[in-house]
């Protein structure tokens, strides 16, 4: 079975950053691909930001775009999410997704796999 657990959330205030990280663990678990989400109060999960195990490509959101950055650590089957400049808006609760197969990768459905979610609330 497949678990993905989220830490590094927290408050903080406009401008300063946030490093989120995602540790995938279960048996013979190889991602392709993964991802973080968020969803704030009243609205849809949206993406932010993926990274494809392989080839490390990556795409990001253009809410996010030149302010977060999403790296990985094969060795420890970890993913960062790095949030630079972070504003109000960005106030969420963050996930972190991964599927073994890179298709859809902008959209939930894409993904197998999900965390708990981590709380990311940031004050003007």
């Known amino acids: 079975q497949v678990q993905l657990v989220e830490s590094g959330g927290g408050l903080v205030q406009a401008g300063v950053s946030l490093r989120l990280s995602c540790k995938a663990s279960g048996r013979s678990f190889s991602p392709g691909v993964m991802g973080w989400f968020r969803q704030a109060p009243g609205k849809e999960r949206e993406f932010v930001a993926a990274?494809?195990?392989?080839?490390?490509?990556?795409s990001y959101s253009d809410s996010v775009k030149g302010r977060f950055g999403i790296f990985r650590d094969s060795a420890k089957n970890t993913v960062y999410l790095q949030m630079n400049s972070l504003k109000p808006e960005d106030t969420a609760v963050y996930y972190c997704?991964?599927?073994?197969?890179?298709?859809?990768?902008?959209?939930?459905?894409?993904?197998?796999?999900w965390g708990q979610g981590t709380q990311v609330t940031v004050s003007s």
């Open positions: 997704a991964a599927d073994l197969n890179p298709g859809r990768i902008t959209t939930p459905q894409g993904y197998a796999y």
């Open positions: 990274i494809t195990w392989g080839g490390r490509s990556t």
